[in-house]
T-cell receptor, first 112, second 115 residues
Framework: ETGVTQTPRHLVMGMTNKKSLKCEQH?????MYWYKQSAKKPLELMFV???????ENNSVPSRFSPECPNSSHLFLHLHTLQPEDSALYLC???????????FGPGTRLTVT | GENVEQHPSTLSVQEGDSAVIKCTYS??????FPWYKQELGKRPQLIID?????GEKKDQRIAVTLNKTAKHFSLHITETQPEDSAVYFC??????????????FGKGTLLTVNP
């Protein structure tokens, strides 16, 4: 259960705040992912990084800014968010892009 | 396209009954099909997976079947229990360009097992 960790687990922020979500994987994987999961909705893939390079950006608004300094760490920088951005943000990692993904526990984000 | 379609979106069964969730995929070259279970407030976790060289795989009350010709795979849960209540996601490795593949998820099925 500790292969992929995320901090913080819960975050409440105002629309003018700047905050960052952190993900770390201890599995030696090459690919990392950010997903958004709103209440009763499917997993929405946001960003994909493979060997530290961004390979996918699914039309995510620029108020979400990812950063992948190395294959073990992934950040999601947040600024001027909207209330509809409130959701569970899940990080995942995998050995390769077509392999099993292991998920972190998620960050429950509330934008007020 | 590269979608994975999952049905039904919600499923309600009585305790002890069986539950079946189906997914279809479009890429005949897809070769890996995991199933995840996500309990309320928790992360999605792998419960069973199957590769394209196998038609069926079982693990206690859970089984997955794969029909490569029809390009669909199904999750079967027998003797359902209330703790089986969760959202279940299927996934398939889908070609994303050239010889590259990526894991693509279905939209999920909310399974409710009524005592």
């Amino acid at each position: 259960e500790t292969g992929v960790t995320q901090t913080p687990r819960h975050l409440v922020m105002g629309m003018t705040n700047k905050k960052s979500l952190k993900c770390e994987q201890h599995l030696g994987h090459n690919a990392m992912y950010w997903y958004k999961q709103s209440a009763k909705k499917p997993l929405e893939l946001m960003f994909v990084y493979n060997f530290k390079e961004q390979t996918e950006n699914n039309s995510v608004p620029s108020r979400f800014s990812p950063e992948c300094p190395n294959s073990s760490h992934l950040f999601l920088h947040l600024h001027t968010l909207q209330p509809e951005d409130s959701a569970l943000y899940l990080c995942a990692s995998s050995q390769d892009l077509d392999r099993l993904q292991y998920f972190g526990p998620g960050t429950r984000l509330t934008v007020t | 396209g590269e979608n994975v379609e999952q049905h039904p979106s919600t499923l309600s069964v009585q305790e002890g009954d069986s539950a079946v969730i189906k997914c279809t995929y479009s890429d005949s070259a897809s070769n890996y099909f995991p199933w995840y279970k996500q309990e309320l407030g928790k992360r999605p976790q792998l419960i069973i997976d199957i590769r394209s060289n196998v038609g069926e795989k079982k693990d206690q009350r859970i089984a997955v079947t794969l029909n490569k010709t029809a390009k669909h795979f199904s999750l079967h849960i027998t003797e359902t229990q209330p703790e089986d209540s969760a959202v279940y996601f299927c996934a398939a490795s889908i070609r994303s360009g050239g010889s590259n593949y990526k894991l693509t998820f279905g939209k999920g099925t909310l399974l409710t097992v009524n005592p």
